[in-house]
């Protein structure tokens, strides 16, 4: 499986942008998609997820009432929509997919979409 982010960039702070991942067909099933983050010199960290079969959504507290995490199953893709984004959100941005395969769940990791929020 290939996923691949995109739809970072630079914004000043208290702006949005829109980030997608689109997933490469499996023939396992899908069961979540999530996005992290990596700021500079820190670990990489959980930042919202999304369930394959009925759409549950997680996020991390920083992010929720400014983040929505949306998928759409027929075209393998998935949205990160950011909104009154702060300094501290600058990070390379992660998509994840884990799939069930062979009674294991693998993970799957995008490249990596960079964000600058500018204050």
């Known amino acids: 499986v290939t996923l691949v982010e995109s739809g970072g960039g630079l914004v000043q702070a208290g702006g949005s942008l829109r980030l997608s991942c689109a997933a490469s067909?499996?023939?396992?099933?899908?069961?979540?998609m999530g996005w992290y983050r990596q700021a500079p010199g820190k670990q990489r960290e959980f930042i919202a997820s999304i369930t394959s079969s009925s759409g549950n959504t997680n996020y991390t507290d920083s992010v929720k009432g400014r983040f929505t995490i949306a998928r759409d199953n027929a075209k393998n893709t998935m949205s990160l929509q950011m909104s009154s984004l702060r300094p501290e959100d600058t990070a390379v941005y992660y998509c994840n997919a884990q799939y069930f395969e062979l009674g294991f769940f693998r993970d799957y990791w995008g490249q990596g979409t960079p964000v600058t929020v500018s204050s």
């Open positions: 067909k499996s023939r396992y099933s899908l069961v979540v």
